[in-house]
């Protein structure tokens, strides 16, 4: 619905329209050339920069297209959203341009430094309410805050102005990305930021392949179009919290099931590698859903063979959105462990050393390889060494390296049981 109550139609048209909205509040991002990504596939490989966006994500424009789209009588009520932190900035950005009071409910998961920014970025016009669980669950408090005090709820992804300004990315890469491009990947959460693209490109550049990327512990897109229609997941991993919706939104699905080509899904583990292969090879700090696009290019379009079963076409350019680089610098201890985890290069087992002298040196020396490094060891019994095993955690030189370490492990008079990351002891004490 329009600001007087007028139902609005998704089409190139309305995302033409909020594109003229955000002329003068927005960015429009660079697109970049990645030599690195370049390399490694053999065809151009392009970076839609949002992470340069105002508020450092490309949520400020569906925000603030939502939210500009307001009636004077809705402006004086105020609005409440849900959001894991992107959206809040661009609720809270909109709210201090245009003067509106706005309510944010976070999940708890929501890392401090996105909401310090909510706070900067939104000042007095802005309060924040921390919900105990996950976005769905903020998501549904806020939806029912704003029906009883009615007052607007600007929905991240599943409201058709919030979308139009998502597509803006769309009116922009039409005029951005070579003659050549075969396709462009876009990170999926709820679907707000696909399904504007869909809309935008679909009536530019109707030639070029539309590929949505989920995280594997998030897949809502993919199981809807499995399903046929949005299902819940059961669980939902928190770790790329920008992509973390439990269902896919209905509108947006029903954009993707049109007019995007595929969507993917790519292991946590591979998006913690590429986040740091961006920060140290390409020297762009992203957040976990703003590496998703060029995590599925280095795992489904590395081979001009992957690239004809996925696209149709060997040759072309491939364009990844950065949708957006909020990440905090506490969270990279854990992005290492779990690159590290999913390159095979880190293993962890518990060892209990029968009481002989000398086990602990001839485990240094006789079972460990001469690329081997212990990174982590604890015993597991604080109060009695003598009765329980110890934790080690190992780097390998090489992802090889560990059957020989396992070999070498069997052979030693050691019990070693290696934890393995989906089990529950894993989760326990890693």
Not at 11 to 23: F, G, H, I, K, Y
Not at 143 to 165: C, F, K, L, N, W
Request: glycine residues 10%; hydrophobic residues 40%.
């Amino acid at each position: 619905m329009s600001g007087n109550g007028t139902p609005v139609t998704l089409d190139a048209a309305l995302v033409n329209e909020a594109d003229r909205v955000l002329r003068g509040i927005i960015r429009r991002t660079p697109v970049s050339h990645s030599a690195r990504l370049s390399d490694a596939l053999g065809v151009e490989v392009l970076l839609k920069r949002e992470d340069q966006q105002k508020c450092r994500s490309f949520k400020v424009r569906g925000a603030y297209a939502r939210m500009a789209a307001l009636s004077p009588a809705q402006r004086q009520a105020g609005v409440v959203c849900a959001s894991a932190g992107n959206h809040a900035q661009g609720v809270a950005y909109a709210c201090a341009h245009l003067e509106v009071r706005g309510t944010i409910y976070l999940p708890a998961n929501t890392p401090k430094q996105k909401r310090n920014r909510i706070k900067v970025i939104g000042g007095d016009w802005v309060e924040q309410v921390i919900v105990d669980g996950t976005f769905d669950r903020a998501n549904a408090l806020a939806q029912e805050a704003a029906r009883v005090s009615g007052r607007t709820y600007v929905h991240p992804y599943d409201d058709p102005m919030t979308i139009a300004g998502q597509g803006t990315i769309g009116v922009e890469l039409a005029e951005q990305m070579p003659a050549d491009t075969a396709c462009v990947l876009v990170p999926v959460g709820g679907g707000g930021l696909v399904a504007g693209l869909a809309v935008a490109l679909r009536a530019a550049r109707p030639g070029v392949r539309l590929i949505g990327v989920e995280p594997e512990g998030a897949a809502s897109m993919r199981a809807a179009l499995d399903a046929g229609t949005p299902v819940s997941l059961e669980r939902v991993d928190p770790f790329v919290d920008g992509t973390a919706v439990g269902r896919a939104g209905a509108l947006p699905f029903e954009v993707v099931m049109r007019e995007v080509d595929d969507v993917l899904v790519v292991p946590e583990g591979a998006v913690c590698t590429q986040m740091l292969e961006l920060y140290q090879s390409d020297g762009v700090i992203a957040e976990p859903a703003g590496a998703l696009a060029s995590t599925a290019a280095q795992l489904h379009l590395a081979t001009p063979q992957d690239r004809e079963r996925v696209l149709g076409r060997g040759d072309g350019a491939v364009v990844c959105v950065v949708s957006g680089g909020n990440n905090d610098l506490t969270r990279y201890a854990e992005i290492m462990e779990r690159s590290l985890r999913h390159e095979g290069l880190r293993h962890y087992f518990l060892v209990t050393f029968p009481q002989q002298p000398g086990m602990l040196r001839m485990f240094l020396e006789d079972v460990l390889g001469p690329g081997d490094d212990i990174v982590h060891f604890e015993y597991t019994k604080k109060n009695n060494r003598e009765s329980g095993p110890a934790l080690v955690g190992i780097d390998l030189a090489d992802r090889a390296d560990i059957e020989g370490l396992r070999r070498r492990m069997e052979a030693s008079p050691l019990h070693v049981e290696e934890l393995e990351a989906d089990s529950e002891i894993y989760r326990l004490v890693i």
